[in-house]
């Protein structure tokens, strides 16, 4: 087991429209001096080479303690018992018939944050995430096949259980490893498909959210210029939240940003419309819209970045059975196992829990697939989106030059994607 645990202090300052930025481990006061006198000095320098003054948008900047709950009770949790929960989950991963090995891994992250600010913030913000991941390995005749799982969450050990049980994730990875030895290749090209919780969660956040993140926004994603366009179906309502909408806990779970800000929920895309941006203060300011409290630091040598936190589609009123039921010929997608997108909306994703949809009748896996698009065309092919919803993405880091624990979900969507298989 491995445990690590950083300390330490950023000064960030705005002096003369140019930021200069620095760190330190030593809290004493002359460590926090020489920071300070090196913010200073950072900013002085850069000034020569900013072509246009940094400026803040006003900003509901909070005061006070933000505690999420589980802080804790997680921190009271013996390791031991941890410990113990974990190498039985491993146990139970290799019970199943054809499980050749099996690994659980557990993880938690504990942030305390103190942020100040000359204008107004003045806040302690306790965080805690913990994480649970499931693989279970099968063979048979020679073949090998891999199933997985996960779940993580904001809060203590029962926030991770909510949802579904400790058992349900062990089935889930087990099964699928074994249903893999025996799965058909499926069926390349463009197929009409439902879109688990997990996956809509991860196109929202990785095809869709990044692009509207105002950095990249200026520099040129295919966002640029579409507020108050059209870009999805009316049914699509797509958002970015520091709370925990419909379902309690998300991974993502942010009461304050790292500029001090007290966030909510921007809405992104409005009924198909794009109308919303993501930004700390800065690009706020230059876009002429309120700060969303997306200003994210990993560690305390890190300068805050702007990031999402709980990316999601909202729920609809169709009912799954019904989606389903109306499919002649598709598939149902689930298990996402990461891919990458690009500026342009364009995406691929891998998926390895995957059913052949036939005469409105779920049948059996296919092999794992890639699932490929324009992340807004995609969106724009949606005809029928579930009242369920479902945060699925919370045992993940996004990157963008540092982490960040985020999470995302929404319900079962019916939409056209591109899957990669026999032609």
Not at 172 to 201: R, Y
Request: glycine share 12%; hydrophobic share 35%.
């Amino acid at each position: 087991m491995s445990l690590r645990q950083l300390d330490g202090v950023s000064i960030r300052v705005l002096k003369n429209g140019t930021f200069g930025f620095a760190s330190t481990s030593d809290m004493t006061d002359e460590g926090l001096a020489r920071a300070l006198k090196s913010a200073m000095e950072m900013a002085r320098e850069l000034q020569t080479r900013r072509l246009h003054p940094v400026t803040l948008a006003q900003a509901n900047l909070a005061r006070g303690t933000f505690a999420t709950d589980g802080y804790q009770t997680l921190d009271q949790m013996p390791v031991e018992e941890k410990l113990g929960i974990v190498r039985k989950c491993e146990e139970d991963l290799r019970k199943s018939s054809h499980i050749q090995g099996a690994q659980c891994q557990y993880a938690e992250i504990f942030e305390e944050k103190h942020i100040v600010t000359t204008d107004g913030a003045d806040c302690i913000v306790q965080i805690v995430r913990p994480e649970l991941r499931f693989s279970a390995f099968a063979e048979e005749g020679g073949k090998m096949t891999s199933g997985f799982d996960s779940v993580g969450a904001t809060g203590g050990w029962k926030c991770l259980f909510e949802n579904r049980s400790i058992e349900s994730y062990i089935e889930t990875a087990a099964k699928s490893a074994v249903d893999l030895l025996g799965a058909p290749v499926a069926e390349g090209g463009k197929h009409t498909v439902i879109l688990s919780p997990a996956m809509v969660g991860l196109l929202s956040h990785e095809a869709i959210g990044h692009t509207v993140e105002a950095d990249f926004v200026k520099s040129g994603s295919v966002a640029q210029g579409k507020i108050g366009h059209m870009v999805a179906s009316e049914l699509v309502t797509l958002c970015d939240s520091g709370l925990s909408e419909f379902k309690d806990h998300a991974g993502g779970m942010l009461p304050v940003d790292d500029e001090g800000v007290v966030t909510g929920n921007t809405t992104i895309i409005d009924k198909g419309r794009l109308v919303s941006y993501l930004h700390n203060r800065q690009s706020a300011a230059e876009f002429g819209a309120a700060p969303t409290g997306n200003a994210r630091a990993w560690e305390y040598s890190d300068e805050p970045l702007i990031r999402m936190r709980n990316t999601y589609v909202a729920p609809g009123s169709s009912e799954l059975d019904h989606m389903i039921g109306e499919i002649k010929e598709g598939f149902y997608i689930d298990g996402p196992e990461g891919g990458q997108a690009d500026a342009t909306g364009e995406f691929m994703f891998g998926a390895s829990r995957v059913r052949k949809i036939k005469n409105g009748k779920l049948e059996g896996m296919v092999q794992k697939v890639s699932v490929s698009g324009n992340a807004f065309e995609v969106l724009s092919s949606v005809d029928a989106v579930s009242r369920d919803f479902q945060w699925d993405l919370g045992s993940g880091h996004c990157g963008k030059g540092q982490p960040a624990k985020v999470d995302a979900g929404g319900p079962f969507i019916r939409c056209k994607v591109l899957i990669g298989g026999e032609q």
